[in-house]
Each structure stands twice: as C-alpha cells, then as structure tokens.
C-alpha cells in the first residue's frame, strides 16, 4: 500500500485547501482512510476518517463543520477539504491507512500505512 498527500500551501484566516490523498496497492475494501496532522511541538492527531467498505466518515470535535472527507473511487484518491481555516490548523497533514474495518476507531494506532506529509499554513 502506497499513499500521497498533496494539495498544502499557504492560506490566509478563513480560507479553503483541499487535501488529496492517492492511494494504491489495496487489495480489498476493508480498510479505513484517516487524515492526521501534527502541529510544531504537539503529538499527531486525527483529524478525519473514511472506512472504505461503507463510506462512514468520522471528525475531531475541532473540525466538525468545517472539514469534509470524501471518496473518488475512479482516482483512487480521498480528498479532505478544508474550510474555515484558522491558525491552529497550521500543521503538517498525512494521509494513513489502517486495514480492517474499525482501523478508524483507534486513531494513530489503528493506522498501518503512512504518506508524506503535506505542510498546511493558516495566516492571521
């Protein structure tokens, strides 16, 4: 299994990025996408969730209303797009993936994959 975040940059308070994350390798649908992030001197933290057998997504209370996971089959992509930014979203996102279908639950710890990180940087 192989992942790719892309899609970082620079943003100003308020704005909008929209986070890829290529994916392949898979041999069956029973994993779970996770988006994480980790901010300079802070642990990594989830911040989304996309289990692949049924679509379920899941959110840290910090984004909920503000960001959404989704799915491009045809790509074999999961975006993340990201609304409403603000500083405390500057950090360094990756995408992870964890095999079996309640990966999602166990955060960090339920993910088996890891990508390079995108750097995320919200202006004030």
């Known amino acids: 299994v192989q992942l790719q975040a892309s899609g970082g940059g620079l943003v100003q308070f308020g704005g909008s990025l929209r986070l890829s994350c290529a994916a392949s390798?898979?041999?069956?649908?029973?994993?779970?996408i996770g988006w994480f992030r980790q901010a300079p001197g802070k642990e990594r933290e989830g911040v989304s969730c996309?289990?692949?057998?049924?679509?379920?997504?899941s959110y840290a209370d910090s984004v909920k209303g503000r960001f959404t996971i989704s799915r491009d089959n045809a790509k074999n992509t999961v975006y993340l797009q990201m609304s409403s930014l603000r500083p405390e979203d500057t950090a360094v996102y990756y995408c992870?993936?964890?095999?079996?279908?309640?990966?999602?639950?166990?955060?960090?710890?339920?993910?088996?994959?890891w990508g390079k990180g995108t750097l995320v940087t919200v202006s004030s």
């Open positions: 996309f289990r692949l057998i049924d679509s379920q997504t």
């Open positions: 992870a993936a964890g095999r079996g279908n309640g990966s999602c639950r166990y955060g960090t710890a339920g993910m088996d994959y």
């Open positions: 390798g898979f041999t069956h649908n029973q994993y779970g």
